[in-house]
């Protein structure tokens, strides 16, 4: 199994910037596919985006297309989310997960293994 823990969140301005980052331990990390989620109070938790193992192809929802960036570092074992233009609706607890099988990027039980979570706040 991997252990995840995330940093990065903040409070920040509309239009700004943030970088998330989560470093994974325990099992080997180029093994599983790997996400961003984020869950806003009494909201299910939605993939933000999303990055394959091998190809590491990504894949993102449409609301932060062109927006976001996740990238992984495999020698490094560690997972990041480059947020800019950043909007009021961004604000949420950002988290990190893992899914041993890449089964769709969008198929939330595929993932086994998750962070504590980062808060992000995006303000007027």
């Known amino acids: 199994q991997v252990q995840l823990m995330e940093s990065g969140g903040g409070s920040v301005q509309a239009g700004g910037s943030l970088a998330l980052s989560c470093a994974a331990s325990?099992?080997?990390?180029?093994?599983?596919?790997m996400a961003w989620f984020r869950q806003a109070p009494d909201q299910e938790r939605e993939v933000v985006a999303a990055i394959m193992t091998a190809s590491g192809k990504a894949y993102y929802r449409d609301s932060v297309k062109g927006r976001f960036t996740i990238s992984r570092d495999n020698a490094g074992n560690s997972l990041t989310l480059q947020m800019r233009s950043l909007q009021l609706g961004d604000t949420r607890m950002y988290y990190c997960?893992?899914?041993?099988?890449?089964?769709?990027?969008?198929?939330?039980?595929?993932?086994?293994?998750w962070g504590q979570g980062t808060q992000v706040t995006v303000s007027s």
């Open positions: 325990g099992d080997t990390f180029d093994g599983y596919c």
């Open positions: 997960a893992a899914a041993p099988r890449c089964v769709s990027p969008w198929y939330v039980p595929a993932y086994a293994y």
